[in-house]
């Protein structure tokens, strides 16, 4: 059953002469569960179909459904509300509140949400991620794995619709990479998640269940991996 939808999806830069094609008439279906990596050169599209699936940026044609519901249908209020509880977005960069603790950084979107975090789903996901004895070390005491583990933690507490992940191993050793890939297989795994994940790293999408490919915006393969065939 299709859980994401991308529906002739356009984003255009510029005008006349100067005019760019981010994306061209973009179409797939994700069924509830898949974990999809998303691949191809710089330039050819994968931020801005990450930034537009999560409601960070708008298309310039073209739908995203998200189980069901018209993305973009909705009023600027509802479309904020709905980015805080369905949508889980990890980064490159980590981007924690460098004065808030490990579990600070992790619970904050729950409390910007006006809910107050359940004490037991705290220690599960501290548990999860490895940080149960670091849950009270800042962001500038924590390794960088142990950070992108928080961000992990973060965009997983609020049990969103969807996590979209730009690059969460670039800027980690393979080491570190090859554990948040497995931390992030695992909550696909035992959680149900749906992923959609940007990566220039080949092995980290072929630990995914399918591969896009886009280039010049389109895109130009579309393949089940080893563990999602």
């Not at 962001?139 to 992990?152: A, E």
Request: neutral net charge; charged residues 20%; proline residues 4%.
């Amino acid at each position: 059953m299709e859980f994401l939808k991308v529906e002739n999806l356009c984003k255009t830069y510029g005008t006349g002469e100067n005019e760019v094609k981010a994306l061209d008439n973009v179409s797939f279906t994700v069924p509830k569960g898949q974990m999809t990596a998303v691949i191809g050169a710089s330039g050819s599209g994968k931020s801005t179909l990450l930034h537009i699936l999560g409601a960070v940026d708008k298309p310039t044609s073209g739908k995203v459904f998200l189980d069901g519901q018209d993305v973009f249908a909705q009023n600027t209020k509802n479309l904020a509300i709905f980015r805080r509880r369905q949508v889980g977005l990890i980064y490159q960069f980590y981007n924690l509140i460098p004065v808030l603790n490990a579990e600070e950084n992790m619970t904050l979107p729950m409390l910007m949400d006006g809910r107050k975090p359940d004490p037991a789903q705290v220690g599960e996901m501290l548990s999860l991620m490895g940080l149960t004895e670091r849950r009270n070390h800042l962001p500038s005491q924590l390794s960088g794995g142990q950070q992108q583990r928080v961000s992990i933690g973060r965009a997983l507490f609020t049990s969103p619709g969807v996590i979209l992940a730009d690059e969460p191993t670039g800027n980690l050793d393979s080491k570190n990479s090859m554990e948040i890939v497995q931390l992030l297989r695992k909550s696909n795994q035992e959680r149900n998640q749906t992923m959609l994940i940007i990566t220039h790293d080949e092995n980290v999408a072929l630990q995914c269940d399918r591969i896009l490919t886009l280039s010049d915006g389109r895109i130009i393969s579309d393949q089940l991996t080893g563990q999602g065939a």
